[in-house]
Structure formats: C-alpha cells, structure tokens
C-alpha cells in the first residue's frame, strides 16, 4: 500500500513537468516558410537550403510556399494576419523593412507586426558597368556622372530592391544624377545592361561574378561595408569613392508573426545557428556570394528597425512617392 502510495505521489509530482515538456515540444506538425517572391530567385534558394536543413534535424517537414505580389507585400501581409503559433514563418529580405515606404496600401509594419527569429547574412552587390562606359573605377564613374548629360542609367530589378536602393543612395551620397530604370526581375536588367541599353548596375555579387570573369562587365565596388570574400581585390564603394556612410546588401533571414511565443523563437533560433554553422551550408551560400554573418533575434529585430528607418529617410529625400 505504501509502494502504491509513492508510485501515485511521483505520477502526481511529474505532472506538471510532463505538461510543461509536452507544451514546449515544437514542431510537432509541418511548418510553412512563406517566400514572398517567386521560385528560383535568391529569397527562394536561401529559403529552401535553410528549409531542408530544419526539415531533417526537427524530423517535421518545412515547406516552402510561394506568395508572389505587390513587391512581397502579399506574402509578407498572409504571415502577419497568420496564427502566431510558429508554424507560418517568413523569408525576409530588404524589401521587408522598405515596402511600407513604397507602397501606400500596405497595413503591415515590419517591427510591430513581426518577431525575428533568426537572419542569416548578406549578398553584397557589386557596382557594374558596361565596357563602353569609359571608367574603370568608381571616382571616374562619379565624375562622368557629374558631366553626362543625359544623365547616367541604372538598371535594378525592381522599385524598393537593393539594387535600386544601392543606386539611389549612390546618387545622394555622391551628389551625382543618375536615371533608375526598373525591371520586373534581375535577368531582365541584366539583359539590358548586357547590350549596353543602360550604362550600369549594382549587381548581386554571384550574378555579376561570372559576367565579370569574361569580361562582359566590369567591376568597380561592391556595395557592403566590408569587401567580399569572393571578390577580395574589389574594394568597397565607401572606401573608393571615399564615401563613409554607404552601405547596401541584399540581407536575408526569417521571422514570425509578432505574438509567436519566445520559446518557439529561441528554438528555431537555435536550430538556425546550427544550420549555418555547417561547412556544406556554407559552402552552398558561397556560390550564392552570400557573406554568413548570423544574428540572433533581438540582434535581427533591432537590425530591421534600423533598416527600416534608413531606407524611409533615403526614400523620402529621394523625392519618391508611395504607389
């Protein structure tokens, strides 16, 4: 009767701890990781190689799913009205913290609305130009600039991507004109700048990379705060044009929606920092020209919030108005 006694005052004992293990068990059901952009592009492929490697360790599939539109406003605005249970994250790229500035409909706020969990890191682009522009490095672009009349092209894939965004800054810092000329993706842009239809690009350094080897761009600076491992003899557009606070990438990561519970948070955090610290995941972001640089979610968070208010400055002394 004792024994009885005991075995039902540790059943009872353990309960509370059973409970409190079973509610922090995550993820226990497949978990969506919505890219607010289509296949094949670059949020895509960090999406995915990131999505594999959380599938295998967590045993729970996660599944990427496409909500194309608006600039990644639709995507972005399904995550935010979504349950903040974990199981609906989102990929984030600069366009997360610069669309409302750009787009008068947008009803979600990258810092009120979202919880980061984890960012990865960042592709640095890389200021190209076509050969038939005569400079060969950003000084002597900045002073054809100053003299072009029509003023200098710019090709980007898009209004608000970081290609427009690293040329526009460009243009503020350097007190030159340049004319933007959107495109509906990279390849498009590229295209163009190809055959000499615009003057000059910022470049995503893997894209450019190649172009630059044959010969059919050249390479003045990539747009990062520090050179590019990749690209270590390229210096950067601060340091050659001698402007300090330039700085631009394409940066990548996830968050959840805002009331998403910390310790979902800390464990997808967790598992992130494992994932990136894998030398074959780092080796695949590589010939992406992606730079690992992992943040943890009050760093993430606090890096957006900034991001954000840089951008809206940059946008509103740009002169351009919300669609």
Do not use: C
Request: net charge positive.
């Amino acid at each position: 009767m004792k024994i009885a006694h005991l075995a039902l005052a540790a059943v009872l004992t353990a309960s509370p701890f059973t409970a409190t293990v079973a509610q922090t068990v995550y993820p226990t059901k497949p978990v969506k990781i919505i890219v607010p952009f289509s296949a094949g592009g670059i949020v895509d492929s960090v999406a995915r190689l990131v999505g594999d490697r959380l599938s295998t360790m967590n045993g729970q599939p996660f599944i990427i799913e496409n909500k194309t539109g608006a600039g990644g406003a639709i995507g972005t605005d399904f995550v935010a009205k979504a349950p903040p249970d974990g199981y609906t994250l989102l990929a984030v790229s600069p366009s997360h913290a610069v669309g409302p500035s750009l787009q008068k409909n947008i009803a979600w706020n990258p810092v009120r609305d979202f919880k980061a969990v984890a960012g990865f890191g960042f592709v640095p682009n890389v200021i190209v130009v076509n050969p038939s522009v005569p400079v060969t490095n950003m000084s002597q672009l900045i002073a054809l600039a100053k003299k072009s009349n029509p003023t200098l092209t710019y090709a980007s894939a898009g209004l608000g991507t970081s290609n427009h965004l690293s040329g526009e800054l460009l243009a503020q810092e350097a007190h030159i004109q340049l004319t933007h000329i959107p495109y509906k993706g990279q390849s498009d842009a590229l295209s163009d700048l190809l055959g000499g239809r615009v003057a000059m690009m910022p470049l995503t350094a893997a894209l450019a990379m190649s172009h630059v080897k044959t010969g059919k761009l050249r390479a003045l600076a990539v747009t990062s705060a520090k050179r590019a491992s990749a690209l270590p003899e390229l210096p950067t557009v601060a340091e050659a044009a001698q402007l300090p606070n330039y700085e631009v990438s394409a940066w990548f990561g996830l968050v959840a929606p805002a009331k998403t519970p910390p310790m979902v948070l800390q464990k997808l955090a967790a598992d992130i920092e494992k994932v990136l610290a894998q030398p074959e995941v780092k080796a695949k972001f590589d010939t992406l020209g992606m730079e690992l640089s992992p943040q943890a979610p009050t760093q993430f968070d606090t890096f957006i919030a900034k991001e954000q208010d840089k951008w809206s400055k940059v946008i509103k002394q740009a002169g351009i108005e919300p669609n």
